[in-house]
């Protein structure tokens, strides 16, 4: 009996020994990065996700996680005040940024492409952008705002957007037969109606135009678009003796007009474009007062200069009073 109770306890040291062993590998494994994913690689050399960590550690990385950690301190504060960004608030932003990519002739995604974000970043930034608005400015003060006609002009309110892609000629023959190429093919013909074009770069391009846009030399383009469906191609227009057209529409939106149903945010935007400043200060003391509500407990130890950051914030106004409005 006492031989079997000394070959368990040599069997059950040797498996912890074996186990620590095991643990302290991958302790090792982890620190030197080997068992961190690899994210990218760059010719030769990958970047893992523990580099990647460790670089948002540096200096420039510190503003970002305590610009990320602000974001969240005003939404927990935004809870306790009954405010909250919805879905409805994020479309109402979208339709200032489709309007503008609609006067740039690109989608909204390509704006956001360009931009160098993504859909996913794009939409986490209008939620904060939307959350700090609702922060400074109040019901009361937007639907001032859109009585006074703050967003009774673009981008808010905008008239019908026509985009379209223009194919001229030089005579009727050969815009006859570029019509039937396209309504057949569509913009695969391109390459074979090429040549009878006078322009090739119009018919390469995307405009945009809006009804407030109407002058005389636009209005049988957009007499012509307002009869047609969005993706079809016109009949042959004669511009002038030698000029004759083809009108492909793209899409054609409808008039939109900002208004207390559809335009709050709208309102918040423009009071804050009319007064940065006024803006500023007072999204200086709503931080100052979510600070004095919400604690930020750090629990990992690898950031003591951001933990001793934000422990002097919290103590430098600790009862910051609100605004009077």
Do not use: C
């Not at 186990?19 to 990065?33: D, E, H, K, R, V």
């Not at 899409?251 to 474009?273: D, H, I, R, V, Y």
């Amino acid at each position: 009996m006492k031989k079997l109770f000394n070959d368990k306890k040599s069997l059950t040291i040797v498996i912890l020994a074996i186990l620590l062993i095991i643990f302290a590998s991958l302790y090792f494994l982890q620190q030197n990065g080997t068992l961190s994913p690899t994210v990218v690689t760059v010719g030769t050399t990958t970047i893992n996700e523990r580099e990647i960590i460790d670089e948002l550690k540096s200096e420039y990385g510190f503003s970002t996680i305590s610009n990320l950690i602000n974001s969240y301190v005003l939404a927990e504060y935004a809870k306790t005040i009954g405010i909250v960004v919805t879905n409805e608030d994020i479309s109402e932003l979208m339709k200032i940024n489709e309007h503008r990519a609609d006067t740039l002739g690109m989608t909204l995604t390509d704006l956001i492409k360009e931009s160098g974000s993504t859909a996913s970043q794009w939409d986490r930034e209008a939620r904060r952008f939307a959350l700090e608005l609702k922060l400074v400015y109040n019901d009361e003060e937007m639907i001032k705002a859109i009585n006074d006609g703050m967003i009774s002009q673009p981008p808010y309110s905008m008239p019908e957007v026509i985009k379209v892609r223009l194919y001229t000629f030089s005579d009727a023959t050969s815009a006859n037969a570029a019509t039937e190429l396209l309504n057949s093919n569509g913009r695969s013909a391109f390459a074979s109606i090429a040549e009878m074009l006078l322009d090739r770069t119009l018919a390469e391009n995307v405009s945009v135009y809006s009804t407030s846009d109407e002058t005389e030399s636009l209005r049988p383009i957009l007499a012509v678009a307002k009869e047609m469906d969005n993706e079809s191609f016109s009949p042959v227009v004669q511009l002038g003796k030698n000029s004759y057209l083809i009108v492909e529409l793209i899409e054609k939106k409808p008039a939109f007009q900002a208004n207390a149903s559809n335009g709050m945010l709208m309102a918040a935007n423009a009071l804050m474009e009319a007064n940065m400043k006024e803006h500023k200060s007072r999204l200086e003391k709503i931080k100052s007062l979510a600070f004095s509500k919400v604690n930020v407990d750090f629990i990992s130890m690898d950031y003591p200069e951001l933990k001793e950051a934000f422990r002097q914030k919290k103590l430098e106004n600790p009862n910051l009073p609100g605004m009077e409005n």
